[in-house]
């Protein structure tokens, strides 16, 4: 007999975005390993990004439980509905250029609505998850977060009854780069924390997605941690031919943080000092892409080598990873940002194009492919060593022997991920 686990998502088709694909795999595989996935999830959610598409890999053995969800971005909307949308996908604009509009938005988000916007969800699912895990004969839940709201509901759930819970941070709580852009008030920080706390000390078991993480918790928990990673999945997609071009991609948000300009310039001087490469050079965006990021474009006068895709359905993005030349990989140079790891790493590494990484010192994505042997990893400073990697690539492009000699990836399939998880969840 399977053992039922309820999994509790604020992601789930057809939402967009990365969030999404973490436990949309993992319930693919999950009854491969004599578990019942049983998914709850919003009725009206207001999804920043919507992928239709995503709804027919809802496996057809998963029952999906949804309950209706009062959201403040419905309202905010009526205030100013193109600040929302940034603010709720994550772009939010660097402190001296945000409008009032903004300014307010983020403070009211920070300080009304602790931990996040999906607070209000929390009371009405417990009451509701309480009668219906007793009558369905469900003893262990699982929550994932951001929204780490949604690990509020674990928590009470587990006071209230007798389950064992095991808590998911696809991201850090406290320690998240917008964290601190949310002008929050001295106490409303200290409720943080003191939310974080509840959850880290109260969970059965903790899953995170990088070995950083894992370090930061075990000063705040004994509670055991385990590092589930995201990863790659087959997929139906046919190989593509590969781009004419030598065309560096960069999929996913580019926040206005996320702003390399040391790699735009070293961009810019080697279209100025080679002929053929500035004949040859595409750069290629492709999601939500902030203000500053294009300004920043325009600056270095990189438009006319620019194609502005915006958001598009996974599966053109998975087409966009195998027909590129080059991947860029981008995160935020700031010591938060160093137990991220972009869901689209596992994609990217397993689509065999060369990946072009930028981020902090110290990273697990720096560890990861140099492990993997399936790209470079530089911090932003350093013009000099990213041009010479560009122009690595370009030789091996012209010459026809751009490739990657990848090792040791199936280890970050979804199915070999699954199963790990599989082991934490009936061990618990």
Not at 119 to 134: A, E, H, N, R, T
């Amino acid at each position: 007999m399977k053992k039922k686990v309820l999994i509790i998502t604020y992601y789930w088709p057809p939402a967009g975005g990365p969030g999404v694909q973490r436990w949309l795999k993992f319930i693919k595989y999950l009854p491969e390993f004599d578990i019942e996935p049983i998914v709850y999830c919003p009725e009206n959610p207001s999804y920043p990004i919507v992928d239709e598409s995503l709804n027919e890999e809802v496996p057809s053995h998963v029952t999906v439980v949804k309950q209706p969800i009062k959201e403040p971005y419905r309202l905010a909307k009526l205030v100013s509905a193109k600040a929302t949308t940034k603010i709720s996908s994550g772009i939010i604009p660097k402190q001296k250029k945000q409008s009032l509009i903004q300014r307010l938005l983020l403070y009211v988000r920070g300080n009304f609505f602790i931990p996040d916007a999906r607070i209000k969800w929390v009371k009405p699912s417990v009451s509701f998850l309480i009668d219906y895990m007793s009558s369905h004969h469900i003893d262990t839940v699982i929550t994932t977060g951001p929204p780490h709201s949604l690990h509020l509901i674990g928590l009470e759930l587990k006071q209230r009854s007798n389950i064992k819970w095991m808590a998911d941070f696809r991201d850090p709580w406290t320690t998240i780069g917008y964290h601190k852009q949310l002008k929050l008030s001295r106490s409303s920080a200290q409720k943080h924390l003191q939310l974080e706390s509840k959850v880290l000390q109260n969970a059965d078991a903790i899953v995170v997605t990088s070995e950083n993480t894992k370090k930061e918790f075990l000063t705040k928990t004994s509670v055991p941690i385990s590092v589930v990673t995201n990863g790659y999945d087959s997929h139906h997609i046919a190989r593509p031919e590969k781009d004419g071009t030598f065309t560096i991609s960069h999929i996913g948000s580019l926040l206005s943080e996320r702003n390399p300009k040391q790699l735009w310039q070293a961009l810019r001087e080697l279209c100025e000092a080679h002929a053929y490469f500035r004949s040859a050079f595409q750069l290629k965006l492709i999601g939500v892409v902030s203000e500053d990021v294009l300004q920043t474009l325009t600056d270095f006068q990189l438009q006319p080598y620019l194609e502005n895709q915006g958001y598009v359905s996974h599966d053109e993005a998975i087409r966009a990873q195998m027909s590129s030349q080059v991947l860029l990989l981008i995160e935020i140079d700031s010591e938060d940002t160093k137990v991220i790891i972009p869901g689209k790493l596992f994609e990217y590494m397993a689509s065999g194009t060369p990946i072009l990484a930028l981020g902090p010192q110290g990273s697990d994505v720096e560890q990861i492919l140099k492990q993997t042997n399936t790209g470079y990893y530089m911090g932003y400073d350093n013009k000099d060593q990213i041009k010479s990697h560009i122009l690595s690539y370009f030789e091996a492009y012209k010459s026809g022997v751009l490739s990657v000699d990848a090792i040791g990836l199936e280890r970050y399939s979804r199915k070999s991920l699954t199963k790990t998880l599989a082991e934490l969840i009936m061990n618990i």
